[in-house]
């Protein structure tokens, strides 16, 4: 794929333009710059393997090639679900998130295995934190699943030589499913393919500059080890700001078409390699033409009138030239790919020609109504189909209830019928007695122990007690202001900054210096009796009810138990000084 390959003419000059194919990225306001025709055009001049895709609906983008089902290879590898994850959460994970995922990703093989480790790890006792990030992950998971597991999809990526296109448009509400599609091709590309180039629409979309997405991470390594093979990626972006920096450094060929917002022009302008003075300004992007732009390599930078794929060169160098202009061609509109020739004015024959032209519109408006119209009504099938996938989904990963015996035992209990007792029945002396010998002939016999009989529930009881009192002594340990803090995080139940508990806790005015000692020395309080800690985003939390969980759930003590030994502790608080 050395060969270089003509783009277009250069305007002015009328001089042929080529490129040495690399990594390229071509950016314009959609419809108005001709990013897909220019795609579309080094495509079908090159002759190699290329995969595109259309993501929206009634997308009119790549007239010519071979339609190919959708590709998707279930995973769960770790990498994999960190970026499912910061897709979600919109940031990238710290080291300690991704040593949690690593754990719940072994031994799975799939995204529905991985969801039910997660889904089961919820069920565990977990801080706050955690819960929060695998409450995300399985929120995500169980929009996506349901989705995939609707869709036919084919096993093998079998590319045929020419334009490859994998038809999105169904999608088109669901990005989620769009970047998992699109994400197993690049990687099935990137180890199963040579000489190929990946064309990826929408870099918005599917490389976020500030949120994560699946496609991020296998871009990176594509667009990085990719080239050694000849693996291009081609990148179709509407404008720059909102797409991510890291792959955007490896693209080394850069055509630049038409923008009108005037932050988008200005970082166009900053991407042409020129010296200032010789730079374009912001009114020569903003009135470039359809299929002008500034096409940016390693070697040059020139202002190109990029050919379609059908037209003639000698009418594109007129359009070059300005001898022709744009709209006096007759450019395809829809699916169908029509021949195209320039108009030719009008010829005074003997027998007049028939002009089909508004025929020809009025038929190409009606098939792109008739094609919205389909895609609309394949929508609502697949709407319907995911509902019912989802309830299967749902019936599936159900928990299993276990059997509790004394429910069962208690039911049974109450449908034995219960002999009606007329008269009430003393037991007499003799029986007492014979009571009595049978008791002491089961106490031990032998040495001089004495053995004290204590019901098991009267232990249990104890053993609350003593935690109860336990947990009481530790707080009463406390200073004034380790209460107070101690009473506010509890009230608020999320992470609280220093900054917060100075301003809210401590009533402290803001800007007030010296503040930040007191509150940590509280915390540290807090945590030396195990009732609140510090995390490392530096915020503090409140953990008065696993505590008293920890000490008194081991006895056996329920839910109510521990509601009511934290409530008293709460009234203890009140109780106490500064409140």
């Not at 690399?22 to 090159?46: A, F, M, N, P």
């Not at 179709?236 to 022009?265: F, H, R």
Request: charged letters at 30%.
């Amino acid at each position: 794929m050395k060969k270089k390959v003509l783009i277009g003419f250069e305007i002015g000059t009328g001089e042929k333009v080529f490129l040495t194919p690399d990594h390229l990225l071509v950016t314009g306001v959609t419809q108005y710059s001709g990013k897909t025709t220019c795609l579309e055009s080094l495509i079908q001049r090159l002759g190699v393997k290329a995969v595109a895709f259309r993501t929206k609906l009634g997308e009119k983008s790549f007239i010519q090639g071979t339609i190919i089902p959708p590709f998707f290879k279930d995973k769960s590898d770790w990498q994999f679900i960190q970026s499912l994850l910061e897709a979600t959460l919109g940031e990238k994970l710290k080291g300690w998130d991704r040593s949690k995922i690593i754990q719940l990703s072994k031994g799975t093989n799939s995204l529905l295995g991985f969801k039910k480790k997660v889904d089961e790890r919820l069920n565990e006792k977990l801080n706050n934190f955690e819960r929060d990030i695998l409450t995300n992950l399985q929120a995500y998971l169980e929009i996506v699943l349901p989705k995939l597991q609707s869709i036919n999809f084919s096993n093998e990526l079998e590319l045929v030589d020419g334009l490859n296109i994998i038809d999105l448009e169904r999608f088109s509400r669901d990005v989620e499913v769009q970047s998992l599609i699109i994400r197993s091709v690049i990687e099935e590309v990137f180890y199963k393919y040579k000489d190929t180039i990946v064309i990826l629409p929408e870099a918005p979309k599917f490389l976020p500059q500030k949120r994560g997405n699946p496609c991020k991470l296998v871009v990176e390594q594509f667009i990085r080890e990719g080239a050694t093979d000849n693996k291009l990626l081609w990148i179709d972006s509407q404008d720059l700001a909102s797409t991510d920096k890291t792959p955007l450094k490896q693209i080394s060929t850069w055509c630049l078409g038409y923008q009108s917002e005037i932050n988008e022009v200005k970082h166009t302008i900053s991407q042409i390699p020129l010296p200032p003075s010789k730079k374009p300004k912001p009114n020569d992007i903003m009135t470039l033409k359809l299929g002008e732009m500034y096409v940016c390599t390693r070697d040059f930078v020139k202002k190109v009138y990029v050919m379609p794929f059908w037209l003639d060169e000698n009418k594109a160098k007129k359009i070059a030239l300005g001898k022709l202009k744009v709209s006096e061609l007759d450019a395809p509109e829809t699916i169908t790919p029509f021949k195209v020739a320039m108009k030719q004015p009008e010829k005074v024959t003997e027998k007049p020609s028939i002009d089909f032209s508004e025929t020809t519109k009025r038929f190409n408006k009606e098939l792109n109504e008739m094609r919205t119209d389909f895609f609309n009504k394949l929508q609502e099938v697949q709407e319907q189909f995911t509902k019912v996938y989802s309830d299967i989904f749902e019936i599936k990963n159900q928990p299993k209830e276990e059997i509790n015996e004394d429910t069962i035992i208690a039911k049974v209990l109450q449908k034995i019928p219960v002999t009606q007792v007329t008269q009430e029945v003393k037991p007499s002396v003799t029986n007492k007695e014979e009571i009595i010998k049978e008791v002491l002939a089961r106490v031990p016999s032998g040495g001089m122990k004495v053995y004290q009989v204590a019901p098991l529930e009267k232990l249990k009881k104890d053993f609350l007690e003593e935690a109860k009192k336990k947990i009481l002594a530790d707080i009463s340990t406390l200073s004034d202001n380790a209460k107070k803090t101690l009473k506010y995080l509890e009230t608020r139940g999320v992470g609280c900054s220093v900054n917060e508990l100075a301003m809210k806790c401590f009533l402290y005015p803001s800007g007030a210096g010296g503040y930040s000692k007191i509150v940590n020395e509280s915390i540290a309080e807090l945590k030396v009796i195990l009732v609140g800690y510090k995390h490392s985003n530096g915020k503090s939390h409140g953990k008065l009810k696993d505590r008293i969980k920890e000490l008194i759930q081991v006895h056996g003590a329920k839910d109510e138990e521990i509601e009511q030994v934290y409530n008293h502790i709460l009234m203890e608080l009140l109780g106490g000084k500064n409140d």
